[in-house]
């Protein structure tokens, strides 16, 4: 059993009573662990909260950089979207907070992580394998999965220890946010029938209704400029968000396939998130070559089934990693978007790379297309299709 723990701490309910639960129960000692991801709401009062409900000591990271750098920025150049819709919000965040878990670890000399997941979420998988990947030693503890108390009995805890937390018994939404989106989920959208409730949304609030235009700058497949102006990439997308969020656009309402085998229906905001999927994929159209796009297409989607099942640190997410780094080497230039109420969509694209040759392209004067060069070109294309045709097909003389 373990003596000393570095808990991933959000400052909610479950992961409060966690510390206090497992120096009770476990008599272990709690080391508390907060990491600015983005998210939004006060954090400077984190680590008195933590050492109120009974850490030993407790720190609050900034790793909003690093975040967007290693974890958001590779996911963008794969355009990983699991299931073709969601970009992963909190699928990114976990192995980033892993990763500072193992670290402050090995400095306070714990012999456990523990974090605050139930039993039938995907977070669990992804703290839990990341943590092996990374440091198979340590062992793992999960208080919320294990201790068996309702949300009731949680609250009712955390007053007779006097641990601070401001949730009530009343049912509310479980939410997740980072920069690179917000997560919604439980109440009234556990039935996939209703609306959801409109004060659910924060980021996507409508509040602009002129017609706008931004354009984003590509550096080898990574956003460096908006409208001109540099910044870095966590500061880029947190203006973007703001930006595209005042048009009402980019929320997600699926049912998606989580990784223990139910169904769940979710609820997300990623106005950045989507506007720079959108963008980028469309500056490849102009610069990625035909089969490289397409192979790229399809390890896309394999891509972002790892990162959302925990496999962030896996051996065939690595080796996709380097393909898919090989293949913004041309992946420069700029899209413009054209934003609306409730609207985003592609305006325009650009790039000193591109593979787009006017002059191949055109049907006008400038037309450079040796035309008379496909006669021959689709009869050797169509000779398999013919040969079949005669012997097999429907009007084949056999």
Known sequence: MANRVVLAYSGGLDTSVAVRWMTEELGVEVIALSADVGQTGDLSDLEQRALAAGAVAAEVIDIKEEFARDFVGPALKANAMYEGRYPLVSALSR???????VQTARRYGADAVAHGCTGKGNDQVRFEVSTVALAPDLEIVAPVRNWGMTRE??????????????ATKDKLYSIDDNLWGRAIECGEMEDPWAEPPAGVWEMTVPTAVEPREVVIAFDTGTPVALDGVTAPLHDLIIELNEIVGSYGWGRIDMVENRRVGIKSRETYECPAALALIMAHRDLESITLERDLQREKLRLESRYAELAYDGLWFS?????????????QAAVTGEVRLELGPRSCQVAGRRSPLSLYDYGLATYDAADTFEHADSEGFTRIWGLGVQTWADVQGPGSRS
Request: proline share 9%.
């Open 95 to 101: 192995p980033a907070i892993v990763k500072h878990l």
């Open 315 to 327: 051996p065939l997410k690595r080796a996709l990693d380097a393909f898919m780094e090989d293949s």
């Open 153 to 166: 009995a949680s609250i009712e805890y955390a007053s007779r220890f006097a641990i601070p937390v401001t």
